[in-house]
């Protein structure tokens, strides 16, 4: 008797991959993407090691004034200092990179603060649905109503100002908007066939939200997370500028740009390339989310 032989059936897990390698062919094709990826690697590259590099060449570090001061206040850009010298006499191209590693560092972690709180939370509104999702939909309604900055200042005023603070404060506000956007995404993924497989098989409803749905919603998270990123760091930036940010001696772009505002007439190069480098880093962070909302969307051709 001959046997019929079934067809094999494609995995969950294959499909993704095939989807992921699609939207990698379709990025590479993007060269504006690729060079503010190229940028971002370039930024963090200096901005880790710069400061060490520069301080085992010259002994020049973000805080140190020189015993001689009076002598290399305020110098424009020169062979000993690429970036001049600020009011105090200390290196500016050692502040610059050793800012950008604050920057950096308080966008990408307040933005994975946000995607943890966003993604749970628009997950579980959008898998139960009914009431609960009324409830807590209702309540990032509430939160969005109120102005973004006047709650992260109480934060900031409450507690002690410090690093590990900004970093909470600025990503337990920027979840709304991610919150959101899961939560349209489970909605209509929900009730798919291999949702209802699992409910089938008696999984648990924390399992097939987090093995099994928000893994299918990556994409648009991703996307959002590097359009996420330049925005926390322009929040930083301005929290700095107001003096609320990141305290001294410690450095970053928007306390830079804050220094160099005050004396922009006479001492130029103060504000200039610290500017630089934040709009440069904005700007390549910004095409980089392009590219990627372009590469995943399947009807995007090049």
């Known amino acids: 008797m001959a046997t019929v032989q079934s067809k094999p059936e494609i995995s ?13 062919r379709r990025l590479k094709k993007n060269r504006l993407a690729l060079f503010g990826a190229g940028v971002i690697v370039l930024m963090v590259l200096a901005s880790l090691f710069g400061p060490l590099i520069i301080k085992a060449l010259t002994g020049y570090t973000y ?6 001061s009076s002598l290399v206040r305020a110098m424009p850009p020169s062979f000993q200092h690429w970036m001049g010298t600020d009011s105090l006499g200390r290196d ?7 800012g950008g590693r604050i920057s950096l560092m308080v966008s990408l972690i307040a933005t994975l603060v946000s995607l943890v709180i966003g993604v749970s939370y628009g997950a579980v509104a959008g898998y139960f649905g009914g009431k609960i999702d009324e409830i807590m939909m209702r309540a990032v309604d509430v939160l969005y109503s109120l102005p973004y900055i006047i709650l992260v200042v109480m934060l900031l005023a409450l507690f002690n100002r410090s690093l590990l603070l ?24 929900k009730n798919q066939e291999y949702v209802e497989a699992a ?25 959002y997370a590097t359009l996420t990123i330049p925005t926390v760091m322009l929040q930083e930036a301005f929290l700095s500028f107001l003096g609320l940010g990141v305290q001294a001696p410690l450095s ?3 306390v830079l740009a804050a220094e160099g505002a005050q004396t922009m007439v006479i001492w130029p190069w103060l504000l200039v390339f610290a500017i630089a480098a934040l709009s440069l880093t904005l700007f390549s962070l910004n095409v980089v989310g392009d590219g990627l909302r372009d590469a995943l969307d399947p009807q995007t051709s090049y």
């Open 166 to 189: 900004l970093f909470v404060a600025i990503g337990a506000i920027s979840w709304l908007t991610m919150a959101r956007i899961v939560r349209g995404q489970v909605l209509s993924i």
């Open 199 to 223: 409910r089938a098989l008696g999984l648990s409803n924390s399992r097939i939200i987090f093995r099994h749905i928000v893994p299918n919603v990556l994409g648009p998270v991703i996307v």
């Open 63 to 68: 805080d140190y004034i020189p015993e001689d």
């Open 252 to 254: 970053s772009w928007g």
């Open 92 to 98: 500016m191209l050692a502040r610059v990179l050793y």
């Open 12 to 24: 969950t897990d294959a499909a993704a991959s095939g989807l992921w390698n699609d939207a990698w």
